[in-house]
């Protein structure tokens, strides 16, 4: 059975820091783009970032500068490293796998509709 868990959510301060892991199992991710997106209440769901097999990255603008995404092949595990937390970053975080990364005007990014394997998701609640 193939499974995508999160963990690292919680409560922090607003310019705070937080560490979420993506650990994969069932099968190897080593040859998937893996990628974060999150969900706020009433909102749609939002691509965060992304990293490639080969290590290549993107992220939205929301985030760019302040979130750092990698990943360990060797322990099928993802990382997105959070900092300078703010409020407007609540929201649920969801790992996810896809075959590809996809690029245009500029942007790397990970289709949702192209995402074979999903996380269950982990809450990140920023408080001001």
């Known amino acids: 059975q193939v499974q995508l868990v999160e963990s690292g959510g919680g409560l922090v301060q607003a310019g705070g820091s937080l560490r979420l892991s993506c650990a994969a199992s069932?099968?190897?991710?080593?040859?998937?783009?893996m990628g974060w997106f999150r969900q706020a209440p009433g909102k749609e769901r939002e691509f965060v970032a992304i990293?490639?097999?080969?290590?290549?990255?993107g992220y939205s603008d929301s985030v760019k500068g302040r979130f750092t995404i990698s990943r360990d092949n060797g322990k099928n595990v993802v990382y997105l490293q959070m900092n300078s937390l703010k409020p407007e970053d609540t929201a649920v975080y969801y790992c996810?796998?896809?075959?590809?990364?996809?690029?245009?005007?500029?942007?790397?990014?990970?289709?949702?509709?192209?995402?074979?394997?999903w996380g269950q998701g982990t809450q990140v609640t920023v408080s001001s």
């Open positions: 069932g099968r190897t991710f080593s040859s998937y783009a």
């Open positions: 996810a796998a896809g075959p590809v990364g996809r690029a245009y005007g500029g942007y790397y990014y990970l289709d949702p509709a192209e995402c074979d394997y």
């Open positions: 990293i490639s097999w080969t290590g290549g990255t």
